[in-house]
């Protein structure tokens, strides 16, 4: 788990969000700084997975929690922003500014759990 | 945008567009969390509580077919979602409180669990946001959300 990472991707992913729902507010459709906003937030993500992939390849194990759990919320992490994408993709109504700003919101969540799992 | 499918079926307004769409994002999020948990505790350590693991493994199958539920939107899936949903308040109502009540049948959080506690109370609220949607689109004149605010 890389700490920095992690707290970049909070801070950029709730800073998402708070965007999103003003535009959401406005009555605005997601605009296409909202998407490219989310993929980033996907990036950072990829890169914190693959460094905790390379841990556990390198013999690291979570502290608090057990691999199981850790690689479903690994999985959950990666797969939510494309998800959001692709449903926001689908509402280009007010709606879909509300849907990015909900994945925005989740993403920090799953960050803070796969950090409570792998420090303890 | 335009292309706006023709209500199969259903009696009013799409299940699945607008804030529907939000609605089922979120649901399926508790779908794959409720499924991942429920998958942990049976496959890891079912004997040590088979009742909280098997209520959890009942509330990741209500998720799930209410997921789908209100992604379809056809009349028959609304009542599907109306059932799927009313049962997860009856649910995190009942879970929430045998688990205050009797924490001990309990000794690993549910999603369920304290009323959604460890979620953030979000599996409480949910379930009232559902039913308020279902009962919302189920009118025949178009509510204005949209549509009004463009006018």
Redesign the interface.
Known sequence: MIGPLAVATHVLSLALAAWAFVEFFR?REPSRPLFAGLWLVEALVLVQVVALVVRLAGGGEPHGG?L??LI??L??AV??PP??IV?AR???????S??IG??AV?VP?LILRLGQIWNG | ?ADTPKPTGSTGKPLN???G??L???Y??FA??AS??A??QI??KFSEAPLAYSLSALAALVYIVATVALARSSATSRRVAWFAVGFELLGVLAVGTASLVDGKAFPDATVWSDYGQGY?YVPLILPFIGLFWLWRTKRHEPVAE?TA??G
């Open positions: 009555q057990d199981v759990t479903g919320y999985l959950t797969l939510l998800a959001g449903l689908m509402e280009p109504t007010r709606w879909g509300l849907l909900a994945a989740i969540v | 945008m567009r607008g804030f769409r939000v089922v994002f979120v399926g999020v794959l969390s991942a948990r998958g942990v496959g890891t953030g949209t605010a463009k």
